[in-house]
């Protein structure tokens, strides 16, 4: 069974201090995982895909970066509008849908 | 750009009555899906579909019900609402199987009383 675990719960920062999403995962053949960014109250928004390990991506002050088990999130010198949920979600050989982790609730502060 | 859109972003409903879900996209996709997010539980789908008329189960299909008459169109259907269906149920649609991305609507925030 596919598994996603998203790495910490809730993490804040301050303006400026940069930090990583963790994403594990499990899945019998990845096709593709992804990350959203929820703001609250609203759908989730499409950041990156990725399909193979050591593959990156960037935009703004994300990166982000996969490996054959994880997959993580970089923010570099975040500012307050970058404090929303960070959902990541892969998929598999067996489907169509996503199969999502928790998220990481991210706050920061001025 | 994509866009999803749902047809209310806030419902309130009595136990027992039939709610209707709508989403729909402008984008010609193949897939659409239903999704509700609770929680601690994150998100779970409920209903995809992959062509119009054809659905398919997600992890939790019980209780609900799907349409899709049209290939931008994709209901869902609460046939006899309860509490427990209090959620954010999230709509969307992507443009073919394999590895392309799911676009997210709005989303409706259900209070079922």
């Known amino acids: 069974e596919d598994q996603v675990t998203q790495s910490p719960e809730a993490l804040r920062l301050q303006e400026g201090e940069s930090s990583s999403l963790n994403c594990s995962y499990t899945?019998?053949?990845?096709?593709?995982l992804f990350w959203y960014r929820q703001d609250p109250g609203k759908g989730p928004e499409f950041l990156f895909t990725?399909?193979?390990a050591g593959e990156e991506k960037e935009k703004e002050r994300l990166k982000a970066t996969l490996t054959k088990k994880e997959s993580f999130l970089h923010i570099t010198a975040p500012k307050p509008e970058d404090s929303a949920t960070y959902l990541c979600?892969?998929?598999?050989?067996?489907?169509?849908?996503?199969?999502f982790g928790k998220g990481t609730s991210l706050l920061v502060t001025p | 750009d994509v866009k999803v859109t749902q047809s209310s972003r806030y419902l309130v409903k009595r136990t027992g009555e039939k709610v209707f879900l709508e989403c729909v996209q402008d984008?010609?996709?193949?897939?659409m899906f239903w999704y509700r997010q609770d929680p601690g539980l994150g998100l779970r789908l409920i209903y995809f579909s992959y062509d119009v008329k054809m659905k398919e189960k997600g992890d939790i299909p019980e209780g609900y019900s799907v349409s899709r008459e049209k290939k931008e169109r994709f209901s869902l259907i609460l046939e006899s609402a309860s509490t427990n269906q209090t959620s954010m149920y999230l709509c969307?649609?992507?443009?073919?199987?394999?590895?392309?991305?799911?676009?997210f609507g709005p989303g409706t925030r259900l209070l079922v009383l």
């Open positions: 990725l399909y193979s």
């Open positions: 969307a649609s992507s443009f073919m199987a394999g590895v392309e991305t799911q676009y």
């Open positions: 979600a892969v998929l598999s050989n067996s489907g169509y849908a996503l199969n």
């Open positions: 984008m010609d996709h193949e897939n």
């Open positions: 899945v019998s053949g990845l096709r593709g």
